[in-house]
């Protein structure tokens, strides 16, 4: 190899190095934070309305109007207070060079629980600068381990609850990757023993809870060997200790075949699994139940929480001057989780009911995305009009 050759790869490797030294850090912290908030325990529960960008501050504010609506007793009593946390557009992110600039940060760490719409993530050649994800970001800083989406289509057998990892995986360190030469560029996919243990756990306890009878693992344990298969080996040790619950095991790509098996797909019930194949499958699986524009997503952590929804950002339909035909069911169903998380499963069975209603039952407005159908707004009043009438 030729000195220069050689120079990059010394410096490549003191980079990888200083990456280990934060990894094992972070391992360590994990491994000590023990205990779960307790919502009914706290005096006021505090909710972070960050709306992101694009079309993000559109269907969040909308959001924050049905929570509103169903929490009216306990705004004005002050059991719950909603604080609106601004900072996390894209130029805001850029001009700071950080994925969550430090003040907004501290807004974010001041609630227990965060309502955050999407947000615009940098990529190669758009002309913002590399800062890394904000969903990322915040994950990782609030330590949401666990990203939780669930699929529900009755008529096709369809019942499905994903948990996964969120922290680790090939996201860890996705905006350190070393590009050691013009010829070769090197990522990095983490796991911890710890954070293997705690998603796993996560899921076996949510399918026992909810007498769901399968975990299935999904990993590409055959050719990722070191971290997927810590991943596959900890959950199957884990399993071990719910005998009452089936755990079985599939490679990520035949997953993505058998979900749209007829048949198979009706045996799956609870997934667990790493970072980037949770994200591929869950946007997957939600076509069945309408597109990413119905699902919600619970991010979840032993301290904080974080819902959202599970698309983008749109700024075509800002550029467009199409956001206030922006579709909020994605938004509306992750504050379902939301309330669920916190203790008011009466509000969020009443909005659960009242979307099955107004998306799939009566469906007397529709959301096209264009002046074809209904606004944000109007749909938002169209389900608040329906837990009326479910309520009477």
Avoid at 156 to 170: A, K, L, Q, S, Y
Avoid at 359 to 383: A, H, N, P
């Amino acid at each position: 190899m030729t000195d220069i050759e050689n120079k990059a790869i010394d410096e490549a490797v003191e980079k990888f190095r200083s990456l280990m030294e934060t990894q094992l850090e972070r391992a360590k912290r994990i491994k000590e934070d023990k205990e779960f908030t307790d919502y009914q325990a706290l005096d006021k529960i505090i909710i972070g309305i960050c709306g992101g960008d694009g079309i993000g501050p559109i269907i969040t504010k909308e959001s924050m109007r049905v929570m509103d609506f169903l929490l009216k007793g306990e705004v004005e009593s002050g059991k719950v207070e909603f604080k609106v946390i601004d900072g996390l557009t894209i130029e805001n992110r850029a001009a700071h060079l950080k994925a969550i600039p430090d003040d907004v940060l501290e807004e974010l760490k001041a609630c227990h629980v965060i309502l955050k719409g999407p947000t615009t993530t940098p990529r190669q050649g758009d002309g913002w600068p590399n800062v890394e994800s904000a969903n990322v970001a915040m994950r990782k800083q609030l330590d949401l381990f666990a990203n939780m989406r669930p699929v529900k289509v009755p008529e096709e057998g369809i019942d499905w609850t994903f948990f996964r990892e969120n922290t680790e995986g090939g996201y860890a360190v996705g905006s350190n990757g070393v590009n050691i030469t013009d010829d070769l560029a090197v990522d990095f996919t983490v796991a911890s023993q710890e954070g293997c243990d705690r998603i796993a756990r996560l899921a076996y306890e949510y399918a026992k809870k909810n007498n769901k009878g399968k975990v299935s693992i999904i990993t590409k344990a055959n050719i990722i060997k070191t971290t997927d298969g810590k991943f596959l080996n900890t959950a199957k040790k884990i399993g071990e200790e719910y005998p009452e619950i089936v755990t079985d095991d599939w490679y990520v790509d035949i997953t993505t075949a058998k979900l749209i098996d007829p048949q198979r797909r009706r045996d799956f019930k609870v997934f667990v699994l790493p970072n980037l194949y949770g994200d591929i499958i869950t946007d997957e699986a939600a076509e069945f139940q309408g597109g990413v524009g119905t699902a919600g997503s619970a991010n979840i952590g032993k301290k904080y929480a974080m819902f959202e929804a599970i698309h983008g950002s749109a700024p075509r339909m800002i550029s467009e001057g199409r956001g206030q035909y922006a579709d909020p069911c994605s938004m509306l169903r992750a504050t379902v989780m939301l309330l669920s998380h916190i203790g008011y499963q009466k509000q969020a069975d009443a909005l659960e009911k009242a979307l099955d209603i107004c998306m799939f039952e009566e469906k007397k407005l529709t959301i096209t995305g264009r002046d074809t159908g209904c606004t944000c707004s109007e749909f938002g009043d169209y389900v608040m009009e329906t837990i009326t009438k479910i309520a009477e």
